[in-house]
C-alpha cells in the first residue's frame, strides 16, 4: 500500500469520527417516557431533522443533548478540539463553555434566547465577551457584519429587540447564536410562529449559512416542509421512541413506518 | 435607663457570632457573596440596615467610630446611626477619618488615605452585579460559579453603544483578585482606585439582601473596562471653592434661584482638614474667621 493511499486512509478515518454521537439516551418524567433509547451519528456538516407530534419527545431530546436536562441514561459524545468527549458526564463548567464556544441553541420563541432589555448589537455581542473579547471597536464591527448577514440593518443595531418584528428577532437570535463560528446548532422549531412568507426566507436564510459555514444542525420541527428543505437525514419520533430514521427523501417519499405513512399523507397539499 | 436594656452594640451575642463567621467567611474569599441571617434593625431598609449589622459585629468598647454618609459626617444618616452606637455600645465616636477605627459609610470612600487596623464598613442596596442584567438569583450564583462574568461587559457596551462612552458613573463593577466580580455598593467610580491595594480592611453589608462580603488588605480589585475604552475615574472638572482641593470628589450645590451654583468636596473631614491648614478656596473665606 502506498503512502497517498495510506494518507487517503488516514483522512477517511478522520471524517469517520462523527461530530456527535449518542447511544441509548433516554430521560423519563417520573413513570412517563420522554424519550427512550436514542442512538444515532451525525457527521460534520449535515443536517438532522427530528420530526414527529407534539408530545412525541422530540424536545426533550433536543434538552438532553444540548445539555439543558440531565438524561436519566445515555452518553452525548461530542467531537471537542480535545477529542470525543461524553457531554453528560463533563463538568457542568465545561459544558457551559461548550454551549457558548462549539454550540448554539436557537429557541422556538427568540424572547427565550434573546435578552430582551440589552440593544440587538449588545445581543450578538454577548456570546463574543462572554468568550473574553475585550475590544468595544471589534465586537462592534462583528456584530454588524453578523446582522448584515442575517439581514437586519446596520441602522437597527442600537435598538432592543422588543422594537423588532417576530421574523427579525428570530433572525437576530441566529446572529446571535452563530457570531462566535459554533460547529453545532440545535434548532428548536426555528420557523414556528412565523407566518409563510417570512418563514421561507428565514429558511433560505439558514440553508444559505449552514452550507457556506459548513455547519452542522440538528433541527426539531413538526413542519415536514421545513426539514424536506434543510435536512439531509429525519429522525421519525413517536411516543419518545424514534420509529423511522433515514435520509430525508427516502424517508418522506417512501415512508415505511405507520405513523410515518400517516405524517406525511397529512400534510395538505397545495 | 433603657441604655441598660440594650446588649452592648444592640444585637445578641449569638448574632453577632453567627455575623462574624460570615465575615471571616467573606474575607477568606474576597469578593464572594456570603449570605447570613439578616436581622431586623430599628431603621427602614436601605437607611443601612446591613452596615450597622457589620459594624456592631465588629465593634468592641476601645473602638472609635466615623459615620459617613455621602462623604458628610453631619447628614441625617450619619447622625442617626452614630447616634445609634453611642447609645447601644458607648464608644467613643470622631469625625476625623484617621482617628477613627471603625469607619461605617454610605456612597463615598474618605479622600484621606486610611491606614492599617482600620476597617471600612459599606452600606449595600444591591449586592449582586449582575442583578439587571439576569434577574434570576439562581443563574447568577451559577454564573459567580462558574466565572461567566460576559454578561457585565454586555453593560459596558449598552453604556457606550447609548452613550458614547462608559456612563455608569456610580456601582462601577470591579473584579476581585482575578476571580468575583463585585458590586462596590453605589460609591463613585471617582473612589473605585481606592478600593485595590487599601490597608483597612473593607467590609460590606447588604441587610434586605441578606448578603456579606469583604476586601482583605492589599486586595487587587480592578474595574472592569474595553481595550479601547479604558477605565477613566471621573470627577467634576473644577476645584473645591471652599478648600481649593483639586482631587477631591465634589458635590455641586445649587446657592441661588439665578444659577449661581458652587462645587465643593463631599468629603466634609477632608475639606475642614485642609481649611484648617489654611487652603482657600475661590468661594472660600480663611476659617479662622469663621465664615463660609
Known sequence: ?270 | MTDQAYNFAYLDEQTKRMIRRAILKGVAVPGYQVPFASREMPMPYGWGTGGVQVTAACLVPEDRLKVIDQGADDTTNAVSIRKFFQRTAGVAVTEATTAASIIQTRHRIPETPLHEGQILVYQVPIPEPLRFLEPRETETRKMHELEEYGLMHVKLYEDIARHGTIATSYAYPVKVEGRYVMDPSPIPKFDNPKLSDSPALQLFGAGREQRIYALPPYTQVVSLDFDDHPFDPSKAAHDCDLCGAAASYLDEVIIDDQGGRMFVCSDTDFCRGRREAGHVGALGVPLAEGGM
Request: net charge neutral; glycine share 12%.
Open chain 1, 1 to 270: 500500500m502506498g503512502a497517498a493511499e495510506l494518507s487517503i486512509l488516514a483522512k477517511q478515518k478522520q471524517t469517520e469520527q462523527p461530530l456527535l454521537a449518542v447511544r441509548g439516551l433516554t430521560k423519563r418524567y417520573g413513570r412517563r417516557i420522554g424519550c427512550a433509547e436514542v442512538s444515532f451519528d451525525l457527521f460534520a456538516g449535515e443536517v438532522l431533522g427530528i420530526v414527529g407530534e407534539s408530545g412525541s419527545g422530540k424536545s426533550t431530546l433536543l434538552s438532553c443533548l444540548a445539555g439543558h436536562l440531565a438524561p436519566d441514561a445515555g452518553t452525548v459524545v461530542f467531537d471537542t478540539a480535545d477529542g470525543p468527549r461524553d457531554t453528560v458526564r463533563m463538568a457542568e463548567a465545561e459544558r457551559r463553555r461548550l454551549a457558548r464556544t462549539d454550540w448554539a441553541f436557537v429557541h422556538q420563541n427568540p424572547r427565550d434566547g434573546l435578552r430582551m432589555g440589552v440593544s440587538a448589537g449588545g445581543n450578538v455581542g454577548e456570546r463574543l465577551m462572554a468568550v473574553g473579547a475585550r475590544h468595544y471597536g471589534q465586537i462592534r464591527a462583528q456584530a454588524v457584519d453578523w446582522l448584515g448577514r442575517v439581514e437586519i440593518a446596520a441602522d437597527r443595531m442600537d435598538d432592543r429587540p422588543s422594537a423588532f418584528s417576530g421574523g427579525m428577532q428570530q433572525r437576530l437570535q441566529i446572529a446571535r447564536n452563530l457570531v462566535t463560528g459554533p460547529r453545532l446548532v440545535f434548532m428548536d422549531e426555528p420557523t414556528g410562529g412565523l407566518d409563510v412568507s417570512v418563514q421561507a426566507r428565514l429558511l433560505d436564510l439558514m440553508r444559505g449559512l449552514v452550507r457556506e459555514m459548513g455547519l452542522s444542525a440538528i433541527i426539531v420541527t413538526h413542519d415536514l416542509a421545513v426539514v424536506r428543505l434543510l435536512a439531509d437525514r429525519l429522525m421519525v419520533m413517536q411516543g419518545g421512541q424514534v420509529v423511522e430514521q433515514g435520509l430525508t427523501d427516502q424517508v418522506l417519499d417512501d415512508p415505511q413506518h405507520a405513523y410515518t405513512q400517516l405524517l406525511v399523507s397529512s400534510v395538505l397539499q397545495v
